[in-house]
């Protein structure tokens, strides 16, 4: 298992650190092909096959969902910019120039342990103050990362519309609104909740490219799993990735222990929070997230454009 820290992951040049001089190296020109999960490959071509997902997509746009949502956000939340919180606004200038992705808005917001990312034509993100506080500034910064990878990915118009047409939303939406029952059928809405998991892996994918240190990553997700500022200082990575080992040992032993991990992994709209860490892990070891960084940063020093302070390979 790869060791959870900047020594299981030393990208070229990182020298940690968040903002200008962090080392961190700026993907220019990324191709997001480059780090898309194969498993959001296969879920983003079957959902295009699905019958009615283009009636789907005319009607979102004809409720016009994600302009009300937007006037919410501008309405009830804060907008960072250069003089409203300019810590956070940093960390997102940053995550835009890493990944080679144009600067959304992004919106605070009281709530829960949660983020999300809207907006097809005029993407932007919405971060929850619970978030915020638990999160250190570098797991900020690959949460960041993972909503600027949604943009970078093309992710935005069927995740909103996830959003609306599944879960609890969706539920509320169809007792609001019974035609969405009538012309949002429940192959669209099972498609649409598969794809979203799926799209997550390319997100997380997104985060660690941008923070180039696996160690934010596993912790944020720990915090996700179970975290509270009493404890943080307690919270060992490499023991949360064991986890997934063991869950994996429960669904070997148990007819009923992978019936029941098969129903938390298809009714949520995001992976298992230990499987996800681990996921990290596994693609470091492909070697495929080095091989982006190198390039990258062979380009940008061959072009006199890198980032101040690198090292050469």
Same mark, same amino acid.
């Given at each position: 298992m790869t060791q959870v820290g900047r020594g299981g992951w030393d990208p070229p040049g990182a020298k940690g650190g968040a903002g200008a001089g962090s080392g961190r190296i700026r993907l220019v020109g990324l191709d997001a092909d480059l780090f898309r999960h194969p498993l959001d490959r296969r879920a983003t071509q079957n959902l295009r096959r699905v019958p009615g997902i283009?009636? +789907?997509?005319?009607?979102?746009?004809? *409720?016009?969902?994600?302009?009300? &949502?937007?006037?919410?956000?501008?309405?009830?939340?804060?907008? %960072?910019?250069?003089?409203?919180?300019?810590r956070i606004h940093g960390l997102l200038r940053e995550a835009c120039a890493i990944l080679d992705v144009p600067e959304p808005e992004?919106?605070?917001? @009281?709530?829960?342990?949660?983020?999300?990312?809207?907006?097809?034509?005029?993407?932007?993100?919405?971060?929850?103050?619970?978030?915020?506080?638990?999160?250190? /500034?570098? /797991?900020?910064? +690959?949460?960041?990362?993972?909503?600027?990878?949604?943009?970078?990915?093309?992710? %935005?118009?069927?995740?909103?519309?996830?959003? $609306?047409?599944?879960?609890?939303?969706?539920?509320? &939406?169809?007792?609001?609104?019974?035609?969405?029952n009538l012309t949002i059928g429940l192959g669209v809405r099972a498609a !649409?909740?598969? *794809?979203?998991?799926?799209?997550e892996l390319s997100a997380d994918r997104a985060a660690m490219l941008t923070v180039q240190d696996v160690q934010p990553c596993v912790r944020s997700m720990m915090k996700l799993a179970g975290g509270a500022r009493s404890i943080v200082d307690e919270l060992d990575p490499a &023991?949360? $990735?064991?986890? &997934?080992? =063991?869950?994996?040992?429960?669904? @070997?032993?148990?007819?009923? +222990?992978? $019936? =029941?991990?098969? #129903?938390?992994?298809?009714?949520?709209?995001?992976?298992? $929070?230990? /499987? #996800?860490?681990?996921?990290?892990?596994?693609?470091?070891?492909?070697?495929?997230?080095? +091989?982006? !960084? #190198?390039?990258?940063?062979?380009?940008a020093q061959s072009n006199g454009a890198g980032t101040d302070g690198f090292t050469s390979i």
């Open positions: 283009d009636q +789907a997509v005319a009607k979102f746009i004809e *409720w016009g969902y994600e302009r009300s &949502a937007y006037v919410e956000n501008a309405a009830s939340g804060i907008r %960072v910019g250069p003089s409203q919180l300019p992004l919106y605070i917001r @009281q709530g829960g342990l949660n983020a999300y990312t809207s907006g097809h034509n005029n993407p932007y993100i919405v971060l929850f103050t619970d978030l915020i506080d638990l999160l250190d /500034e570098e /797991e900020l910064l +690959a949460v960041i990362g993972h909503e600027v990878g949604h943009i970078k990915c093309g992710h %935005v118009l069927y995740g909103s519309m996830a959003r $609306l047409f599944g879960g609890a939303a969706g539920v509320a &939406a169809s007792r609001l609104n019974p035609i969405v !649409l909740s598969t *794809w979203q998991r799926m799209a &023991a949360f $990735l064991e986890q &997934a080992s =063991h869950l994996d040992s429960l669904a @070997q032993d148990s007819r009923l +222990a992978r $019936l =029941h991990r098969f #129903r938390m992994r298809t009714s949520s709209d995001h992976p298992l $929070l230990v /499987e #996800r860490a681990r996921l990290f892990d596994e693609w470091i070891r492909s070697d495929e997230p080095i +091989a982006i !960084l #190198r390039s990258h940063d062979r380009r």
